[in-house]
């Protein structure tokens, strides 16, 4: 306990020196990062097949732990994409002048030090850095034990990077893997100004109850589409294939599909694709009976009230019929996560009123839900899907990242009484 908070001191004062590094020396770091984590695949790939070999593969977590080299080729080039993004820092919010001459400017700043705890997935520990880096921010990192070497070699780069400018390595710091890092990390207020947890929803939970410094959630996705009366096929079975198996471990990968009544005679052409990769389908009395014959018995079940409001992570879906969109929406509103919902439809009306009425932080009409993320946003990378409503919601980027203060300014006014 007592190295963890003098790595957190450290990283708090760290912090105080952040203001003296200009944009183009932030840059400079995330380019020469990204040359370098390329440079170091094989000792990165090593240390991640350290983790692996210790990870049943039919673990969830498993797919989230590999790296390959197209994986960290990928995480380069989203540091090289987030030093091409303007600052956020030191934008003028507002200004005004009030009567007696004073006046009142309200500027964008960094929120200071930036914790965040996680999992299995070793992407986080570069996508963190470079948005923290970037917005000004110092990172510390509580990763999990089953992701310990991972997440070292990718640190140790940083670190080389890092002190090759000039900067202090305590910019970045990894705290140890162990249970009671996490617990004086939640409880750190004098040393860490917010915490993201990113993982699962026990994660998250013990993270929102337990912590003593401010958290923003990125939650669980358990995601919907639902295909309306006036859905079209061709659209619908594009995209629920996709949302679904594009890569089923992510937070925006469809749990549940939704089906109005009139439209089941299409269900089976809806989820034929989803049989090619052995989706497992857990469908409703209505939807089992339209599948039943027309898709692989072997992979077809009957819903229980458990499979709906979950999030699967694993090649697994439930499926709901509805009568009408407002059936939908009531299901939406009862099992979701307030992650990513969408619809599919070529009503206008029914559009419309979908995208008003969903309460998500990402609500899509004809588009996947795979789309919830922050590269796709265009916003160079992310670190996490917020699905709370204060400060930060969606797509975690860098104008997330920062707060703001107010820097009044005058000529000797004074206040009495």
């Known amino acids: 306990?007592?190295?963890?908070?003098t790595m957190l001191a450290a990283a708090a004062r760290a912090a105080g020196c952040m203001c003296d590094i200009n944009d183009a020396a932030v840059n400079s770091v995330l380019n020469d990062l990204s040359a370098a984590l390329v440079a170091e695949t094989d000792y990165i790939l090593s240390r991640n097949a350290l983790d692996l070999g210790k990870m049943d593969k039919s673990d969830f977590k498993y797919d989230r732990l590999r790296l390959t080299a197209d994986r960290i080729a990928s995480q380069a080039a989203d540091m090289a994409n987030v030093a091409k993004l303007e600052s956020p820092l030191g934008k003028v919010l507002s200004s005004s002048t009030r009567p007696n001459g004073m006046t009142i400017t309200k500027v964008s700043v960094p929120l200071g030090v930036v914790g965040v705890i996680y999992e299995a997935r070793p992407?986080?520990?570069?996508?963190?850095?470079?948005?923290?880096?970037?917005s000004g921010n110092v990172?510390?990192?509580k990763g999990g034990s089953d992701a310990a070497n991972s997440n070292e070699a990718i640190v140790s780069v940083i670190h080389k990077v890092l002190e090759s400018h000039g900067l202090d390595s305590s910019i970045c710091t990894l705290l140890p893997s162990?249970?009671?890092?996490?617990?004086?990390?939640?409880?750190?207020?004098?040393?860490?100004?917010?915490?993201i947890p990113r993982g699962s929803s026990s994660l998250i939970n013990y993270v929102r109850e337990n912590s003593k410094v401010p958290v923003i959630e990125?939650?669980?996705?358990?995601c919907h589409t639902y295909f309306d009366a006036a859905g079209d096929i061709a659209k619908g079975k594009d995209i629920v294939f996709n949302a679904k198996t594009r890569r089923v471990s992510v937070c925006n990968a469809l749990d549940s599909l939704l089906v109005h009544s009139s439209r089941l005679a299409d269900l089976p052409e809806l989820c034929a694709k989803l049989a090619e990769k052995d989706v497992i389908i857990y469908a409703d009395e209505r939807a089992y009976a339209a599948l039943e014959g027309e898709y692989p018995a072997s992979l077809l079940q009957k819903a229980q009230p458990e499979h709906f409001g979950k999030e699967f992570l694993a090649y697994a879906m439930s499926i709901r019929t509805v009568?009408?969109?407002?059936?939908?929406?009531?299901?939406?509103?009862?099992?979701?996560?307030?992650?990513?919902?969408?619809?599919?439809?070529?009503?206008e009306a029914a559009k419309e009123t979908f995208l008003r009425k969903v309460d998500a932080a990402c609500v899509y009409a004809n588009v996947s839900t795979a789309f919830t993320d922050g590269a796709q946003f265009g916003f160079g990378a992310e670190i996490g899907i917020s699905t709370q409503k204060?400060?930060?919601?969606?797509?975690?980027a860098l104008p997330e990242l920062t707060t703001y203060k107010y820097q009044i300014t005058g000529n000797g006014q004074t206040r009495w009484p």
Request: glycine share 6%; charged share 25%.
């Open 1 to 5: 306990m007592d190295q963890v908070r």
């Open 123 to 134: 992407n986080v520990t570069s996508d963190v850095f470079s948005l923290c880096l970037k």
């Open 139 to 141: 990172t510390v990192l």
């Open 178 to 195: 162990d249970r009671d890092a996490t617990a004086a990390l939640l409880a750190a207020r004098e040393y860490v100004d917010i915490i």
């Open 218 to 222: 990125t939650g669980a996705g358990v």
């Open 323 to 347: 009568d009408s969109l407002e059936q939908a929406l009531e299901h939406i509103a009862h099992y979701g996560s307030r992650h990513s919902e969408s619809i599919v439809t070529e009503d």
């Open 390 to 396: 204060l400060h930060a919601r969606g797509p975690m």
